[in-house]
């Protein structure tokens, strides 16, 4: 495995003297256009050779190359898997909906001037944002519609709020549908507006209540899959914009760590004109802008494996950037800015930390990796996003069509192996039943998809979803997946295979009453064949079992897996546990916490304990296994089945189960960053007196923020620095503190020092990294902090634990408000923990969460609240938010219930 080279935070005031040096040089030549193409000022400018500055604008053989290879794409098809709904459906006045849903069903485009035998002709009307500008014809649409019951579905694929005009139509529509919950949620809110007198809508009444649905932004195989995508091209990197978008400041800022990220990696970078002017790019990037990218961007995507994506919305859920659907179902690896949604969802997308975090993660990127993420991102799109499944979902709210339902599956095999069968059991899909194939032939008309199956392999819970994928964007009737390790490319049509007849997939094949492996292969031999790409699928190993459904009940034996783990330390010579605590987000394991600690200079001395909190998604157990199987510095734990409730179990489990001399923590959906663990492990080992080091966090809500912890150690505690700039931790430091929380995650610590102190987190509850850290503070004698980043936390993870809010989120933080303020009373901090931090954090914390509960839940939120608080004893609270919090609990409460405040 390659290993990323150590590198050392950018000194700002460094490149700015040298920047200053190099452009002043610059300026100075007679001509400093042309000067731009002499190679030895280049080299004096610091300009890559990766850069197109070398040779103009772009490497001279580039345009041809990537030209033709564009010309000889495949044309993109109908997957077989997904034909077109029995349905016509007629669009007025906007092509963005004629577009995502074409060959979806029969679609009729409604001419404003000739506008009745398009509107005669169908069974439903969908009308969309665009629609707003056709004035003529549009009355007599929606009146015609009323009169013969045609049903007027509005649809909003975009991002952008809806304007007062849009609304309007909207209102007079029987349903209303959109891929943004806030415009959702705008829609559901907004009045019924009187039509304005120019408005020839005017005489339609407006129902005041109509319903409306969030469907998901849709991808449609005639416009964007991977077919074809694996051709051999210059290996680029694209950023061709998102069409008629202005970025906000702060999205430009993380755009340009993206880009020059990619530039600081050596890598190739390609920007589409519109990219120039939607994101404000500054003039050192307009050399890698090309005019004639503009009217190439499906083919492009499908040809560089990555893309870059910027958001003009953060903090979302489903308000993103629609090129992170187009980019991941063309088969590309996606860059990408900041976005809630995008990262909860896809965590198979890297979102940039800075411009070092892109370069390393690019450096570090391995072939296998990188497939991995882009087959991630084309089954999660196909599965998920299919403009099909989205139609349906309209058609169906209307009755004109069935609910989605999943193509029956069915896997074949004459070896008798229970692992097999469990293994198909346990599908993402659903569980498929394995039959002989002699039974199959009984079958016959019992099922869409055969699937033949061997021993050999193992097969990963999304094997039969990758499957599915791939007829959902192309029309042949076989799929066959790549072996392990073939140098073949994928993506591609063949006529006749001669692959492993396990590793296929056959949709309704016509084999007669008698069918056999044989007969199968010999089909497979002249048939039209997909070449699926290789993933969920590798050769099944004798030495590493697959824990079965009892293993997995019962849990692991903890004395077995500690000599297992003392064992791994000592061959490998092992000297930093790193903990993750796991329970059911394999994806994000995968693909966040565990990708950053590869691109660690310090990972090869890493042991990395994966301890699963009884995790029951089997796509969570087959991450765990791979990862333990592929890296031989990797143990892992599973509790019995079922969760505790948070990570406060599989970290104490992890520091129980540590042997190294050093110990970290790192939650799955969470990253390291900047080489951060490195510093502080090479810090920690050459000051000896240390218990532990501490780095800084950053942190992504709506934007960016660092938590600057190194910082405030160094100032609070400024008198007890010692020469070798050390903390000599003073007593009560705590309450000089103020008992402000730190990470664990931001913390290298001595194991044995950390074993010693007994401490345990409260299981089931949230939060409790912070009193860990309060308590490890509390005991040290000695720490050091370092300016430096270690950790990135991502504060609105859809379904996290710290952020699904209803009662029981509140309830969750009662085991950590029992055991911190008895540990309080006893180490007699008490008393300056409600003075100084009690308050403060119901302030700024804990009711500014209340306040997003369901109304109808507050109550039920606000007592438990309150008995969280009751933990603390009497307090006199003083702040005005906190003292209406209490007045408005005892309004709602019996009369006969007297205040607590």
Same mark, same amino acid.
């Given at each position: 495995?390659?290993?990323?080279?150590?590198?050392?935070?950018?000194?700002?005031?460094?490149?700015?003297?040298?920047?200053?040096?190099?452009?002043?040089?610059?300026?100075?030549?007679?001509?400093?256009?042309?000067?731009?193409?002499?190679?030895?000022?280049?080299?004096?400018?610091?300009?890559?050779?990766?850069?197109?500055?070398?040779?103009?604008?772009?490497?001279?053989?580039?345009?041809?190359?990537?030209?033709?290879?564009?010309?000889?794409?495949?044309?993109?098809?109908?997957?077989?898997?997904?034909?077109?709904?029995?349905?016509?459906?007629?669009?007025?006045?906007?092509?963005?909906?004629?577009?995502?849903?074409?060959?979806?069903?029969?679609?009729?485009?409604?001419?404003?001037?000739?506008?009745?035998?398009?509107?005669?002709?169908?069974?439903?009307?969908?009308?969309?944002?665009?629609?707003?500008?056709?004035?003529?014809?549009?009355?007599?649409?929606?009146?015609?519609?009323?009169?013969?019951?045609?049903?007027?579905?509005?649809? +909003?694929?975009?991002?952008?709020?809806?304007?007062?005009?849009?609304?309007?139509?909207?209102?007079?529509?029987?349903?209303?549908?959109?891929?943004?919950?806030?415009?959702?949620?705008?829609?559901?809110?907004?009045?019924?507006?009187?039509?304005?007198?120019?408005?020839?809508?005017?005489?339609?009444?407006?129902?005041?209540?109509? %319903?409306?649905?969030?469907?998901?932004? %849709?991808?449609?195989?005639?416009?964007?899959?991977?077919?074809?995508?694996?051709?051999?091209?210059?290996?680029?990197?694209?950023?061709?914009?998102?069409?008629?978008?202005?970025?906000?400041?702060?999205?430009?800022?993380?755009?340009? $760590?993206?880009?020059?990220?990619?530039?600081?990696?050596?890598?190739?970078?390609?920007?589409?004109?519109?990219?120039?002017?939607?994101?404000?790019?500054?003039?050192?990037? $307009?050399?890698?802008?090309?005019?004639?990218?503009?009217?190439?961007?499906?083919?492009?995507?499908?040809?560089?494996?990555?893309?870059?994506?910027?958001?003009?919305?953060?903090?979302?859920?489903?308000?993103?950037?629609?090129?992170?659907?187009?980019?991941?179902?063309?088969?590309?690896?996606?860059?990408?800015?900041?976005?809630?949604?995008?990262?909860?969802?896809?965590?198979?997308?890297?979102?940039?930390?800075?411009?070092?975090?892109?370069?390393?993660?690019?450096?570090?990127?391995?072939?296998?990796?990188?497939?991995?993420?882009?087959?991630?991102?084309?089954?999660?799109?196909?599965?998920?996003?299919?403009?099909?499944?989205?139609?349906?979902?309209?058609?169906?709210?209307?009755?004109?069509?069935?609910? #989605?339902?999943?193509?029956?599956?069915?896997?074949?095999?004459?070896?008798?192996?229970?692992?097999?069968?469990?293994?198909?059991?346990?599908?993402?899909?659903?569980?498929?039943?394995?039959?002989?194939?002699?039974?199959?032939?009984?079958?016959?008309?019992?099922?869409?998809?055969?699937?033949?199956?061997?021993?050999?392999?193992?097969?990963?819970?999304?094997?039969?979803?990758?499957?599915?994928?791939?007829?959902? !964007?192309?029309?042949?009737?076989?799929?066959?997946?790549?072996?392990?390790?073939?140098?073949?490319?994928?993506?591609? *049509?063949?006529?006749?295979?001669?692959?492993?007849?396990?590793?296929?997939?056959?949709?309704?094949?016509?084999?007669?009453?008698?069918?056999?492996?044989?007969?199968?292969?010999?089909?497979? #031999?002249?048939?039209?064949?997909?070449?699926?790409?290789?993933?969920?699928?590798?050769?099944?190993?004798?030495?590493?079992?697959?824990? @079965?459904?009892?293993?997995?009940?019962?849990?692991?034996?903890?004395?077995?897996?500690?000599?297992?783990?003392?064992?791994?330390?000592?061959?490998?010579?092992?000297?930093?546990?790193?903990?993750?605590?796991?329970?059911?987000?394999?994806?994000?394991?995968?693909?966040?916490?565990?990708?950053?600690?590869?691109?660690?200079?310090?990972?090869?001395?890493?042991?990395?304990?994966?301890?699963?909190?009884?995790? @029951?998604?089997?796509?969570?157990?087959?991450?765990?296994?791979?990862?333990?199987?592929? *890296?031989?510095?990797?143990?892992?734990?599973? *509790?019995?089945?079922?969760?505790?409730?948070?990570?406060?179990?599989?970290?104490?489990?992890?520091?129980?189960?540590?042997?190294?001399?050093?110990?970290? !923590?790192?939650?799955?959906?969470?990253?390291?960053?900047?080489?951060?663990?490195?510093?502080?492990?090479?810090?920690?080992?050459?000051?000896?007196?240390?218990?532990?080091?501490?780095?800084?966090?950053?942190?992504?809500?709506?934007?960016?923020?660092?938590?600057?912890?190194?910082?405030?150690?160094? @100032?609070?505690?400024? +008198?007890?620095?010692?020469?070798?700039?050390?903390?000599?931790?003073?007593?009560?430091?705590?309450?000089?503190?103020?008992?402000?929380?730190?990470?664990?995650?931001?913390?290298?610590?001595?194991?044995? $020092?950390?074993?010693?102190?007994?401490?345990?987190?409260?299981?089931?509850?949230?939060?409790?990294?912070? !009193?860990?850290?309060?308590?490890?503070?509390?005991?040290?004698?000695?720490?050091?902090?370092?300016?430096?980043?270690?950790?990135?936390?991502?504060?609105?993870?859809?379904?996290?634990?710290?952020?699904?809010?209803? %009662?029981? !989120?509140?309830?969750?933080?009662?085991?950590?408000?029992?055991?911190?303020?008895?540990?309080?009373?006893?180490?007699?901090?008490?008393?300056?923990?409600?003075? +100084?931090?009690?308050?403060?954090?119901?302030?700024?914390?804990?009711?500014?969460?209340?306040?997003?509960?369901?109304?109808?839940?507050?109550?039920?939120?606000?007592?438990?609240?309150?008995?969280?608080?009751?933990?603390?004893?009497?307090?006199?609270?003083?702040? %005005?938010?906190?003292?209406?919090?209490?007045?408005?609990?005892?309004?709602?409460?019996?009369?006969?219930?007297?205040?607590?405040?």
């Amino acid at each position: 495995m390659n290993r990323p080279r150590h590198r050392q935070p950018f000194d700002r005031h460094s490149q700015l003297a040298v920047g200053r040096a190099r452009v002043e040089r610059l300026l100075s030549t007679s001509n400093p256009l042309s000067a731009l193409r002499d190679p030895s000022l280049l080299a004096a400018l610091g300009v890559a050779a990766s850069s197109p500055f070398r040779g103009g604008v772009m490497h001279p053989d580039t345009q041809p190359a990537l030209s033709g290879a564009m010309d000889a794409l495949p044309a993109l098809e109908s997957g077989i898997a997904k034909p077109a709904l029995p349905a016509t459906v007629g669009v007025f006045g906007d092509d963005t909906l004629l577009h995502a849903f074409e060959n979806s069903a029969l679609m009729r485009s409604i001419d404003p001037l000739d506008w009745e035998a398009g509107v005669r002709d169908s069974q439903i009307i969908l009308l969309g944002p665009q629609s707003t500008r056709s004035r003529r014809g549009r009355g007599r649409v929606i009146e015609y519609a009323r009169e013969h019951s045609l049903p007027l579905i509005y649809v +909003d694929l975009g991002t952008a709020a809806p304007t007062a005009e849009q609304l309007r139509l909207a209102a007079r529509c029987d349903r209303i549908f959109a891929v943004s919950e806030e415009n959702a949620g705008v829609f559901q809110n907004a009045r019924s507006a009187p039509p304005t007198s120019a408005d020839d809508d005017a005489r339609i009444s407006s129902p005041q209540l109509i %319903p409306v649905e969030v469907v998901a932004c %849709p991808v449609n195989p005639l416009h964007r899959s991977p077919l074809g995508s694996r051709q051999v091209v210059p290996p680029l990197v694209t950023y061709l914009g998102d069409l008629g978008t202005q970025l906000p400041t702060e999205v430009g800022e993380s755009l340009k $760590w993206t880009l020059d990220g990619v530039l600081a990696a050596g890598a190739d970078l390609l920007i589409s004109p519109e990219a120039r002017v939607e994101a404000a790019l500054t003039t050192q990037y $307009w050399p890698h802008v090309q005019d004639w990218v503009s009217n190439r961007r499906s083919e492009l995507d499908r040809l560089t494996d990555i893309g870059v994506v910027a958001h003009t919305i953060s903090g979302s859920q489903t308000a993103f950037s629609p090129r992170v659907i187009e980019l991941q179902a063309s088969g590309s690896f996606v860059l990408s800015t900041y976005n809630q949604g995008v990262n909860s969802y896809y965590p198979q997308v890297h979102v940039a930390n800075s411009t070092l975090d892109v370069a390393s993660m690019l450096e570090a990127l391995q072939r296998t990796d990188l497939r991995r993420a882009q087959n991630d991102g084309v089954r999660q799109v196909f599965s998920e996003n299919h403009a099909t499944d989205v139609l349906r979902q309209i058609l169906h709210s209307v009755g004109l069509s069935d609910p #989605a339902s999943a193509p029956r599956v069915l896997a074949v095999t004459d070896d008798e192996d229970d692992v097999l069968r469990a293994e198909l059991s346990v599908q993402t899909v659903g569980g498929v039943d394995v039959v002989t194939w002699r039974e199959a032939s009984m079958r016959s008309a019992g099922y869409d998809v055969l699937l033949p199956v061997s021993s050999a392999h193992h097969y990963a819970s999304t094997y039969v979803a990758d499957h599915l994928a791939a007829m959902a !964007y192309q029309s042949a009737q076989v799929v066959a997946k790549l072996d392990s390790g073939a140098e073949d490319q994928g993506h591609r *049509h063949v006529e006749g295979s001669l692959g492993d007849l396990a590793l296929t997939a056959w949709w309704r094949p016509d084999l007669g009453e008698e069918m056999s492996a044989e007969k199968l292969a010999g089909s497979l #031999a002249e048939a039209r064949v997909y070449i699926a790409e290789e993933s969920s699928h590798r050769p099944r190993r004798a030495d590493s079992p697959r824990r @079965t459904s009892m293993e997995l009940a019962q849990g692991d034996d903890f004395d077995e897996v500690s000599r297992q783990v003392a064992q791994t330390s000592r061959d490998a010579d092992l000297r930093l546990s790193v903990v993750v605590p796991i329970y059911n987000n394999g994806p994000h394991l995968r693909h966040k916490a565990f990708a950053s600690l590869l691109r660690s200079s310090a990972f090869s001395d890493m042991h990395v304990l994966l301890v699963s909190d009884g995790s @029951t998604d089997p796509l969570t157990l087959d991450t765990i296994q791979d990862l333990t199987e592929d *890296h031989p510095n990797v143990s892992a734990f599973h *509790h019995a089945r079922g969760g505790s409730g948070s990570a406060s179990r599989p970290r104490n489990t992890g520091l129980d189960l540590a042997q190294t001399e050093f110990v970290t !923590y790192l939650d799955p959906d969470n990253e390291a960053i900047e080489d951060g663990y490195a510093e502080l492990y090479a810090a920690i080992q050459e000051h000896q007196d240390v218990d532990f080091a501490l780095g800084n966090m950053s942190q992504w809500a709506k934007r960016r923020s660092m938590q600057p912890y190194a910082e405030v150690l160094q @100032t609070v505690f400024a +008198d007890d620095i010692d020469g070798a700039g050390n903390i000599t931790v003073p007593p009560r430091a705590l309450e000089a503190l103020r008992f402000r929380p730190m990470g664990i995650q931001t913390v290298v610590a001595r194991t044995e $020092w950390l074993q010693s102190l007994n401490l345990t987190q409260p299981v089931g509850a949230v939060g409790q990294d912070s !009193y860990f850290f309060q308590q490890m503070l509390h005991y040290a004698k000695s720490i050091r902090a370092i300016d430096v980043g270690v950790h990135t936390y991502y504060m609105a993870v859809s379904n996290s634990t710290v952020n699904t809010l209803n %009662p029981h !989120y509140f309830r969750k933080y009662l085991p950590l408000d029992r055991a911190r303020a008895k540990w309080l009373d006893e180490v007699g901090l008490l008393d300056a923990y409600k003075t +100084d931090r009690l308050e403060p954090f119901l302030v700024s914390w804990l009711l500014p969460k209340l306040r997003r509960v369901k109304p109808e839940e507050w109550q039920e939120a606000a007592e438990n609240l309150a008995e969280l608080l009751d933990c603390y004893g009497e307090y006199e609270w003083t702040q %005005p938010t906190a003292i209406s919090f209490w007045k408005d609990l005892n309004a709602a409460r019996s009369p006969r219930v007297q205040s607590c405040g």
